[in-house]
């Protein structure tokens, strides 16, 4: 045989094993199991939508009542206020948590033991009660004369009740939450702000923060999600959140699987909602990274594992 | 720097005060002891490469000289000020930490891990403390920035995240954003250990550079070429303290101390 031919042969060979070109196999097993989820999905909704039980036009007309839909406002705006504070506190107790003064990081895990060793429920009732055990509240100097005094009744309404109850107990989690996150920033990058002579604040502004939120993110997610249904709590405490007028209505017309399924219905909106939220940021404080794919890497490690 | 240019150097460190002036320091971590009492001028202009064997506190000496770890006996001053403290009638005071982070500001750092930030582009990484810290006008330290991106090779890089770079690159890009804060004073330590060989003379080439430039610079290295050309003095430590100073083409040719003909016996297939 002659170069040229060998040569054209290589070439030819080359090209075909050119990956570029290549098909993929195709998964039989992963489209059964697709149509088989499908089926029985649609098969489920099928018989729910068609079941009279659930009361699908009661639904309907009560989804957007006023009533309810002021009830969803106290939902979201309970949530957001308790929220905040609760992220600010927990903040500021999870850098109390980690300085080098002993008085102060004791505080704070004195503060955090407490309030995640308590039920939220117990929690709340406290606080709505307070005026029972403090009738007076006043800023004074220790021993010393009293300079502003007020009834602890007019301070705690069901409202603020709810808001420090939901709050202070928030912030014990955020704080730990906030403290796992600043633990996962690499030491080196806190030498670098020292280095440079950056004070503490703004090292931790700009520098350590946006780093720990990849990991503080995820758990606050939940958090938050959670603290949506946890506001259900306050309807012990008389605040017409969402579920409680809810309940409201189902107590006189006894439509009570029809109007759970209103409240059920919002609260999965909303928390939808907060899911592709969520993801945008996510996606924001991951920039820098290599590859778009590579937080999904641990993942696929453990889809081949299994 | 040439001869003449040392020998000016040196003849002005006796004029001149030193920019770096370490007395009887000493420092430990718990019961090990790892700085032994360690003297040290460096003059103005002047690029001080330090030898010595791994574990002989190199890296700690250079973090005590802007206070990332504290020292336990003996001082450092810098530029007319002593690091940490302050004498004031006859009394000793610690300084807080705020005071602390304003004597560093003359002071840039290159470190083994490069420790650039991994959420802001090269730019934004040189830009942050001249911006930030020093309160620089930010049009001008983006000018300035780009200047020195373009002094060591990367100005096509200053949009790119340090995952994006290669290492030899990353630590460039930290040379430049220690630089931006026009320090008085650099500190490397073994800025080219964390790096493959080949993207060791990329980072070598920027600071020989520099050290042509009059820079003032101490540099803990393993790289016995850098110091046979670049340095002006060379410091052989081991077991925390100074065993032998001196001009490099005397102690790497001829070392006097035992340890110190050790230590080199190791690089003499690399050097
Ligand atoms: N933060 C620390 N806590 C406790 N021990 C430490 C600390 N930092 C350093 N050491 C110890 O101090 C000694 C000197 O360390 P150092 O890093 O200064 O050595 P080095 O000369 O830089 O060595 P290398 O060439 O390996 O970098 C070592 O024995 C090390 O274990
Ligand atoms: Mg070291």
Redesign the interface.
């Known amino acids: 045989m002659s170069a040229p031919s060998v040569d054209e042969s290589r070439a030819a060979d080359a090209a075909l094993r050119d990956v570029a070109n290549a098909h993929r196999p195709i998964a039989w097993g992963r489209w059964l199991l697709w149509a088989l989820v499908l089926i029985i999905a649609t098969d489920f909704g099928w018989i729910v939508a068609n079941n009279e039980n659930f009361g699908w036009p009661v639904v309907a007309e009560w989804f957007t009542a006023p009533s309810i839909l002021r009830g969803l406002s106290v939902t979201l705006g309970l949530t957001v206020v308790a929220m905040v504070i609760g992220v600010i506190i927990g903040l500021l107790l999870a850098i109390a948590r980690m300085s080098d003064d002993r008085l102060l990081s004791s505080l704070a895990g004195l503060y955090i033991w407490f309030f995640r060793g308590t039920p939220l429920l117990v929690q709340l009732i406290f606080w709505y009660n307070l005026s029972t055990l403090f009738p007076q509240i006043s800023i004074a100097i220790p021993f010393g004369p009293t300079l502003a005094s007020w009834d602890t009744n007019d301070l705690i309404t069901p409202m603020t009740a709810a808001i420090a109850g939901l709050s202070l107990n928030e912030a014990a989690y955020m704080a730990e939450i906030i403290r796992g996150g600043l633990l996962s920033v690499?030491k080196?990058?806190v030498?670098?702000t020292?280095?440079?002579?950056?004070?503490?604040a703004?090292a931790l502004r700009?520098?350590i923060i946006?780093?720990a939120m990849r990991s503080i993110i995820p758990p606050t997610g939940n958090q938050l999600i959670s603290m949506i249904k946890a506001t259900s709590l306050v309807s012990v405490i008389a605040m017409a959140d969402l579920l409680y007028s809810v309940q409201a209505v189902y107590n006189r017309t006894f439509e009570v699987i029809p109007m759970l399924m209103v409240a059920v219905i919002w609260y999965l909106l909303v928390t939808s909602i907060l899911n592709v939220g969520q993801g945008f940021i996510e996606r924001y404080?991951a920039?820098?990274?290599?590859g778009a794919g590579g937080d999904k890497a641990p993942a696929r490690a453990m889809e081949e594992a299994i | 720097m040439n001869v003449a240019a040392r020998d000016s150097a040196a003849a002005a460190s006796a004029a001149v005060a030193p920019l770096v002036r370490a007395r009887n320091v000493h420092k430990s971590f718990g019961a090990n002891e790892v700085l032994k009492g360690i003297d040290l001028d460096v003059a103005p202009g002047e690029v001080v490469v330090i030898l010595g064997p791994s574990g002989s506190g190199k890296s700690t000496f250079l973090r005590c000289i802007?206070h990332?770890e504290a020292i336990d006996r003996g001082s450092i001053e810098v530029d007319g000020e002593q690091i940490g403290y302050q004498l004031r009638h006859g009394r000793l005071n610690k300084l807080s930490?705020?005071a602390i982070?304003?004597?560093?500001?003359k002071?840039g750092?290159v470190?083994q891990?490069f420790?650039?930030?991994?959420?802001?582009?090269a730019l934004e990484n040189i830009i942050?403390?001249p911006v930030?810290?020093h309160g620089q006008d930010r049009r001008e330290a983006v000018a300035y920035a780009m200047d020195l991106l373009a002094r060591v090779g990367l100005s096509e890089k200053a949009p790119a995240?340090?995952?994006?770079l290669s290492g030899g690159q990353q630590q460039r890009v930290a040379i430049a954003r220690a630089l931006a804060?026009r320090p008085k004073l650099m500190l490397f330590d073994e800025p080219t250990s964390a790096l493959d060989p080949e993207l060791v003379g990329e980072v070598l080439n920027v600071m020989r550079d520099l050290a042509g430039q009059g820079l003032t610079m101490i540099v803990v290295t393993h790289e016995i070429g850098f110091a046979r050309e670049a340095a002006d003095r060379v410091v052989f430590m081991d077991g925390g303290i100074v065993v032998e100073e001196g001009r490099p083409e005397d102690i790497l040719a001829n070392p006097q101390h035992p340890r110190t003909r050790l230590f080199l016996s190791r690089f003499i297939d690399t050097a």
């Open positions: 690499d080196g990058q030498e670098a020292d280095a440079f002579g950056m004070t503490r703004r700009r520098i946006p780093q404080y920039r820098g990274e290599r | 802007n990332l930490s705020r982070a304003v004597q560093r500001r002071i750092m470190f891990q420790n650039l930030y991994p959420h802001m582009t942050e403390a930030g810290v995240y340090p995952r994006q804060i």
